[in-house]
C-alpha cells in the first residue's frame, strides 16, 4: 500500500487489474486509488482468504514481475 504510488508504472494499462489483499479489507482502498488515476481496477471481495474458502486456486511465491 506504502509502494503503490512508486508502483503505478509497472502496473498493466489497458486491462482489468484485480487487487487482492489477506482478508479483502485493504484492496478496495487501493483499487480506488488506481482508478482515480484511470486504471481499470477491481478489489477482489474477501480477499485471498475468501478467494481460497471459495475453492478457487491459490500458488504460493512470487512470480517474475509481480507488482
Do not use: F, H, Q
Not at 485493504?26 to 481496477?41: F, K
Amino acid at each position: 500500500m506504502s509502494t503503490l504510488a512508486a508502483a503505478l508504472p509497472r502496473v498493466p494499462k489497458g486491462r482489468t487489474v484485480y487487487v487482492i489483499c489477506a482478508s479483502g479489507n485493504r484492496s478496495p482502498w487501493a483499487a480506488d486509488r488506481l482508478a482515480a488515476v484511470g486504471m481499470d481496477a477491481v478489489s477482489v471481495a474477501g480477499g485471498t482468504r475468501g478467494w481460497a474458502g471459495a475453492g478457487r486456486p491459490v500458488v504460493t511465491g512470487s512470480a517474475p514481475g509481480a507488482v
